[in-house]
């Protein structure tokens, strides 16, 4: 028995537990019974559910939910640790790096390379997700009563670019990944700008939008991971003698410069500087600090054959975390406009799926396989990044309810939309050989 079965089965065994737990208290009407067996049944359903392959492309779907779950049954509980708030800004900053970082490792400089060989794919995938989302979201909140702070946050995740589910849908549903890819790079690099202007002509109005300092948020929670990533990837891929010792002194001079403000170089280079100065000045350590984790990464790369693999576990991992520590921190919040924000997500979402396919199907003419991918890049946004902004806001609570919940619906129903694609495409495959034996006969000869 591989210690996969073995934690798949240990999964499952908790899940009955949790739920016979669950059940108990609730018949019981005892919160101490039922919460933790609650928790422990959509946990251990989540690890368990891989023991069944037809529900192993859920897993990660099932995990959001957990996290969810978990966020709502003890809120507070879940994100102070003695004290300690885990959702506080650095640690926020930590985690969505780490998350994008790991996001970004799965993109290569060849993947911008492709954009030019179908760059009008790319282009309607960007141009659908930057325009129809954003936009979608504002009706949201003209139709809804939300609150100011709930409602731009709905803005936030509309303006947000494409995520890792997005790509991960894609390639359940068997639809075109090299053009999810390319949408994902393009659309990623472009938030740098788009986010923060759709953000700042959506949602100025409604709360006090710092148009330079959100900037240079996405800065530092997209560009500067994924910049480390693609640096690592030039390393690994096409650097040469004299390309490797220009990063190394590079990353060097960096090391050197976060030494210096570690040993008191901020207190005498920026202590008293004005708070714009001091806003670049900690871009600048970030970029720093890139160059030195690109260097330190390539170097792991190539010791620890296992460092790869860990990567899009991490990327969800920090998925999972934003999406729970989001819903904990805005519990009250949520319980408050829980059904109709869910409502009101689910409609972003289902649209955003659907414009996105109809745009790029009956506007722009493209194949099936193509609109399909495009519906997911438009109908699932970076929860994380949103979570990410909504921190460095000050304001997890409320403008980071949005992605919290669009989070979790999102990969239900991209997954649900996904799977279905797939089988439809295996029952016409079927369909098709069943009409005609003769012809994959002769492929199959043909490759032989």
């Known amino acids: 028995m591989t210690m996969t079965t073995v934690i798949h089965k240990t999964g499952l065994g908790l899940s009955v537990a949790g739920a016979a737990l669950a059940i108990i208290g609730a018949l019981i009407q005892s919160a101490a019974l039922w919460q933790p067996g609650l928790v422990m049944f959509t946990a251990g359903f989540a690890a368990g559910a891989g023991y069944w392959p037809g529900l192993r492309s859920y897993q990660f779907t099932l995990w959001i939910i957990a996290g969810f779950v978990a966020a709502m049954t003890w809120s507070t509980d879940l994100i102070v640790w003695g004290g300690f708030n885990i959702t ?71 303006a947000c670019p494409s995520g890792l589910s ?4 894609v390639y359940i549903a068997n639809a075109n990944l090299a053009l999810a890819v390319s949408i994902a790079a393009v659309s990623t690099l472009a938030a740098t700008v788009m986010t923060p202007l759709w953000v700042n002509l959506l949602a100025g109005s409604m709360i006090d939008i710092q148009l330079t300092a959100m900037v240079m948020d996405v800065v530092k929670i997209v560009l500067i991971p994924i910049g480390a990533a693609i640096l690592h990837d030039y390393l690994k891929t096409y650097a040469g003698v004299r390309g490797r010792r220009v990063v190394q002194m590079l990353a060097g001079i960096g090391a050197l410069w976060l030494l210096y403000m570690i040993a008191g170089g901020w207190d005498a280079l920026f202590d008293h500087a004005s708070a714009e100065a001091q806003m670049y ?11 030195v984790w690109a260097l330190f990464y390539n170097w792991l790369y190539g010791r620890v054959a296992g460092v790869k693999k860990v990567m899009p576990t991490i990327s969800m991992m920090g998925i999972i975390f934003f999406t729970t ?29 659907l414009i996105g396919y109809l745009m790029s199907r009956w506007i722009f003419r493209m194949d099936v396989q193509s609109a399909r991918t495009v519906a997911f890049e438009v109908g699932l946004q970076n929860g994380g990044m949103a979570s990410g902004l909504a921190a460095a806001m000050g304001k997890l609570a409320t403008v980071g309810l949005a992605s919290a919940v669009m989070t979790p619906l999102g990969n239900v129903s991209g997954s649900l939309l996904a799977n279905y694609w797939r089988k439809k495409d295996a029952r016409q495959a079927q369909a098709a ?13 043909s490759k032989g």
């Open 88 to 158: 506080h800004k650095w640690i926020v900053f930590l985690v969505i790096q780490a998350t994008m970082f790991s996001m970004g490792t799965k993109l290569t400089i060849q993947d911008f390379i492709d954009v030019a060989k179908m760059p009008w794919a790319v282009f309607i995938g960007t141009f659908c997700h930057f325009v129809i989302m954003p936009l979608l979201g504002l009706s949201i909140t003209l139709i809804f009563d939300f609150p100011p702070e709930v409602a731009v946050g709905i803005l936030l995740i509309g």
């Open 166 to 169: 997005s790509t991960v849908m």
């Open 281 to 291: 000045a900690v871009v600048l350590n970030f970029v720093a600090g890139g160059l």
């Open 325 to 353: 520590t989001a819903a904990a921190a805005g519990r009250d919040n949520l319980v408050q406009v829980g059904f109709l924000l869910c409502f009101a997500m689910l409609m972003h979402n289902l649209g955003g799926f």
């Open 433 to 445: 050989a069943a009409k005609d034996p003769v012809q994959p006969a002769c492929e199959n000869l």
